[in-house]
């Protein structure tokens, strides 16, 4: 059993920036992807960024040139650096694991964009 446990929430002004950690029980060298979504109020879970066991990564179109995931698999860790952040981001975070056949999920941290 997999455990993913975020941090690095918080709340941030516009144009802000913060950076999300999500760091696994296992390590993350044998996953096949990683990555973040988020949920606002009232909405669905959207995809926000993924990477592979490759290094591939693919991010949704509204945080393309301001968000960026990354990896250190000595730290079993994945980043998420958001940048230029915008009301719209306001949301819960979720780390996510596909392992084999099985997805994981961490508890969430929430991020807020106010003025």
């Known amino acids: 059993q997999v455990q993913l446990v975020e941090s690095g929430g918080g709340l941030v002004q516009p144009g802000g920036s913060l950076t999300l950690s999500c760091a696994a029980s296992?390590?993350?060298?044998?996953?096949?992807?990683m990555g973040w979504f988020r949920q606002a109020p009232g909405k669905q879970r959207d995809i926000v960024a993924t990477?592979?066991?490759?290094?591939?990564?693919n991010y949704a179109n509204s945080v393309k040139g301001r968000f960026t995931i990354s990896e250190d698999n000595a730290k079993n860790t994945v980043y998420l650096q958001m940048n230029s952040l915008k009301l719209e981001d306001t949301a819960v975070y979720y780390c996510?694991?596909?392992?084999?056949?099985?997805?994981?999920w961490g508890q969430g941290t929430q991020v807020t964009v106010s003025s």
């Open positions: 996510n694991a596909f392992v084999l056949s099985t997805e994981y």
């Open positions: 296992e390590n993350i060298f044998g996953f096949n992807s």
């Open positions: 990477i592979t066991v490759g290094g591939s990564t």
